[in-house]
């Protein structure tokens, strides 16, 4: 994927199988959302094609929703006045037949599916933990609630593999133990996960495998000890410097906040990497750069 003289991200296999964790992790700017939204047809790859369960994909959100790959964003995009279990039941709609004129007329097929949709979407807030709560807006809810929301809006299009792009960013250590959890849950369930995060303790502790991408390329891919080990990944995250030593008790995960990173990053700085989760407000760039 080619932005003017930029490669953001090249050419970049990945395999992630049914009941597996795979983290992406990479310094910001690596291309690990340009991967995701190249994958999901947010954005057409200017070479290349996207093969999923061997088939190919084409760039439509709604094919690749179809063919079970679904995502979450780094920047929440739920349906703000709409109530939680609308948001779940938004999900869903890819799996039912219904059409525009059976939808109008309300007819006993509508009304057999519409009833069903919102069975399995009351399922999947009570699976995320959100039961109570189907009838709140969803701009009301607390930031981990939106995240789960949109986890669970995700989970409805029955998918084969989840993406989910930086799920803990902005959670408090409650709320990111409780999304990890609920990973590892969904997991269980069979399914395949891809997840971005730049906390590296939540990472290592969650996925397993790693692939590291650095300036599009895949630069390590491994076990998390061995990934969280190599020297390249160190470099590609804080370079060779006189504060090294220090630097690297973060990439163990031991120091802090245990993330990797130096600065906090403003919405639209795009620059360095972030010293933890809590900031969680990033420029916009799911596809509408
Ligand atoms: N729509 C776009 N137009 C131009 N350049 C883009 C666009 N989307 C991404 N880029 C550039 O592609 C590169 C990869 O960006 P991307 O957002 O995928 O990185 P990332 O690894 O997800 O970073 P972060 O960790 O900060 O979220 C960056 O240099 C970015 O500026």
Redesign the pocket.
């Given at each position: 994927m080619r932005?003017?003289g930029?490669t953001?991200?090249g050419a970049v296999d990945l395999d992630v199988y049914p009941g597996e964790i795979v983290g992406l992790i990479?310094?910001?700017?690596?291309?690990?959302?340009?991967?995701f939204n190249c994958l999901t047809g947010l954005y057409q790859p200017t070479e290349g094609e996207v093969t999923f369960a061997g088939t190919i994909l084409p760039p439509r959100p709604r094919r690749v929703v179809q063919a079970g790959m679904s995502r979450t964003f780094?920047n929440i995009r739920l349906f703000a006045n709409m109530t939680a279990l609308e948001n779940v039941m938004v999900g869903r709609y890819c799996r039912t037949s219904s059409g525009p004129l059976t939808s109008i007329l309300r007819g006993p097929k509508y009304r057999r599916e519409e009833a069903e949709t919102r069975a399995r979407a009351q399922e999947l807030l009570d699976y995320v933990g959100l039961g109570g709560y189907e009838e709140h807006l969803a701009r009301n809810l607390p930031y981990g609630h939106q995240r789960r929301l949109e986890i669970a809006r995700a989970l409805a299009t029955e998918p084969k593999l989840v993406l989910l792009d930086?799920p803990t960013a902005g959670m408090n250590p409650q709320e990111t133990k409780e999304a990890t959890d609920l990973i590892f849950k969904i997991r269980d369930s069979g399914l395949a996960v891809v997840v971005?995060e730049?906390d590296m303790r939540f990472i290592f502790r969650l996925c397993n495998r790693v692939l590291c991408?650095v300036r599009?390329k895949a630069l390590v891919e491994g076990t998390p000890a061995e990934v969280q080990s190599d020297p390249r990944v160190i470099e590609a995250y804080i370079g060779t410097g006189d504060d090294e030593e220090e630097d690297l008790e973060s990439v163990d995960g031991d120091a802090g906040n245990g993330v990797v990173g130096g600065g906090s990053?403003e919405p639209g700085s795009?620059g360095s990497t972030?010293l933890d989760g809590s900031e969680g407000r990033?420029e916009d760039?799911d596809g509408d750069?």
């Open positions: 932005f003017g930029l953001a991200v990479g310094p910001n700017g690596a291309g690990k959302t340009t991967f780094q930086e971005i730049h991408l599009g990053r795009g972030r990033h760039k750069r």
